[in-house]
C-alpha cells in the first residue's frame, strides 16, 4: 500500500477543518473533494455557509488546532491521517472513518488483524471469565482485540490481551479516560505495547451520545465482533449493527433465557448472528480471511485515493457530522453573490421523500461532486437528513 504522509501545514489544517462548525467525516470528504484540499476547503467555508443561510460560521483557528497538536504530543500521542501508513488498514473501509484519527501507543497493534470483545457493563461472574478466556485465547492466535475500555466485558477483555496486544477506543479525549477507574487500565495497557485511539478533541469528555461515535470505530477497526453479554438496549448491539452495516462477521455468545444480560445475544443469534461458544468458533471463520487476505469481504482493504477520498463514497451514519469542537474563531460570511444554478436544480430535486445521491445526480445532471457541496451545505444549514443506502432527504 503506497501510503502518502501530510506536511505539517496540511495536518493544521485537516484538524482545523475537521474541529470547524458542522463538519464531520462526509462533510470534510466531500470539502476536500470538491476544493482539492483542507485549506482551499478553510477558505470556502465562510461563502458555503452564507449561501446555506445558516449566516455566521464558527471556524477553528490555526493557533487552537496548534493548541491541540501540542497537547496531543506532550501526551504522547500523535494524529495519523487517512491515506498515511500508521492509519489503521482495516478502518479504512467504513465509510464513516475519522480523517483524522488521534493515537497513542504503538503502531504494530493496530496493524494486525483484530477482534473486538464487546458486552454488558453490568456482567455477570461467568460471563465475566469468558470473555477474559476468549480475549486470551484470540490474542495468542495473533489477533489485536479490541474494544471500548467500559466497565465490565471491555475492561476484562482488554486485561486478558495485555501480553498479546490489545486497543481502546475512547469515547471522549484521550486526557478524559471514562470510566475513571480504567485509567490505571489504560496506562498499563499503553506499556505493554497496546495502543487507544480517538477521534475526539482533547478535553472532550465523553456524553452519551458519543458511545455510539466511538462503537462504530470499535467495529471498524475490526474483522468481526463478538458479544458476549448484552440486554436488549444495550450500546453492544450498536456495536453489531456498525458491524453488519460494515461487513465485519458478527458473533453472539448465547445465554440463559433467564438472564436480562443475555436477551440481546440470543436476539442477534436468531437474527444470524454466528453462534460463538468457544475462540476456536471465530477463528476458524477468521483465520482463512487472513490467510488469503483476497477472499476477505469486498472492500474491506480498500486503499484510499492519493491525496484525497474517492467521491462517490457517502458514509452510514447521519449524526457523525454533529462533531464537538473546543471554543473557535466566528467569521462572518462575505457579500452575498450569485447563487450558481447547480444548486438550485439539487434542492429543488429534493423533498421530504429519500432519494439516493446517485438518483439527485442523474436526475439534476450535477456532477455528482457538485451534488455532494450541495448537501454539505444543506447540512450545515439542517436542512438535510441521511438515510440508509446513501439517500438524502430535505427536512421541511
Known amino acids: 500500500m503506497s501510503a502518502v504522509r501530510l506536511s505539517d501545514q496540511q495536518r493544521l489544517d485537516w484538524l482545523r477543518l475537521i474541529r470547524s462548525d458542522r463538519i464531520g467525516p462526509r462533510s470534510f470528504r466531500a470539502l476536500v473533494n470538491q476544493f482539492g484540499g483542507a485549506g482551499p476547503a478553510l477558505e470556502a467555508l465562510p461563502d458555503l455557509a452564507r449561501r446555506s443561510g445558516r449566516g455566521a460560521l464558527r471556524i477553528t483557528s490555526p493557533s487552537e488546532a496548534a493548541r491541540e ?21 482495516a478502518l ?17 497493534a493496530l496493524s494486525r488483524p483484530a477482534v473486538a470483545v ?30 471500548g475500555l467500559a466497565r465490565g466485558i471491555d475492561t476484562r477483555a482488554h486485561r486478558a490481551s495485555l501480553g498479546t496486544g490489545t486497543v481502546a477506543v475512547l469515547a471522549g479525549g484521550h486526557d478524559r479516560v471514562y470510566p475513571d477507574e480504567n485509567g490505571p487500565l489504560l496506562e498499563r495497557l499503553l506499556a505493554e505495547g497496546g495502543a ?4 475526539m478533541p482533547i478535553g472532550w469528555s465523553p456524553r452519551g451520545r458519543d458511545f455510539p461515535r466511538r462503537n462504530r470505530i470499535v467495529s471498524g477497526l475490526a474483522l468481526a465482533v463478538v458479544v458476549v453479554e448484552a440486554a436488549r438496549r444495550s450500546g453492544s448491539l450498536i456495536t ?7 461487513g465485519r462477521e458478527v458473533f453472539a455468545v448465547p445465554g440463559s433465557p433467564l438472564d436480562p444480560r443475555a436477551e440481546g445475544t440470543n436476539d442477534l443469534i436468531r437474527a444470524g448472528a454466528t453462534l460463538c461458544g468457544a475462540a476456536q468458533h471465530v477463528l476458524d471463520v477468521l483465520e482463512p480471511l487472513v490467510r488469503s487476505p483476497a477472499q476477505a469481504r469486498p472492500g474491506l482493504y480498500r486503499e484510499p485515493e492519493p491525496g484525497g477520498f474517492s467521491a462517490d463514497e457517502e458514509p452510514l451514519w ?24 447547480d444548486r438550485e436544480r439539487v434542492i429543488a430535486a429534493l423533498s421530504a421523500m429519500p432519494i439516493s445521491v446517485d438518483d439527485l445526480a442523474r436526475q439534476t445532471g450535477v456532477p455528482i461532486r457538485g451534488v455532494q457541496l450541495v448537501l454539505v451545505e444543506l447540512e450545515l444549514a439542517r436542512r438535510l437528513e441521511r438515510h440508509g443506502g446513501h439517500a438524502v432527504s430535505l427536512i421541511v
Open 69 to 89: 497538536l501540542a497537547e496531543l504530543e506532550r501526551l504522547g500521542g500523535r494524529f495519523v491521517a487517512q491515506g498515511e501508513a500508521d492509519y489503521p488498514r
Open 92 to 108: 479504512l473501509a467504513i465509510d464513516s472513518a475519522p480523517p483524522l484519527l488521534a493515537i497513542r501507543g504503538s503502531a504494530a
Open 118 to 147: 464487546v458486552g454488558s457493563r453490568n456482567a455477570s461472574a461467568a460471563g465475566g471469565s469468558f470473555a477474559e478466556r476468549l480475549a486470551a485465547e484470540i490474542g495468542r492466535a495473533g489477533f489485536t482485540i479490541i474494544s
Open 196 to 199: 487507544a485511539v480517538s477521534e
Open 240 to 246: 453489531a449493527r456498525f458491524a453488519l452495516e460494515q
Open 318 to 341: 447521519d449524526e457523525l457530522d454533529d462533531v464537538p469542537a473546543a471554543p473557535r474563531t466566528e467569521v462572518q460570511p462575505p457579500p452575498d453573490s450569485r447563487v450558481p444554478d
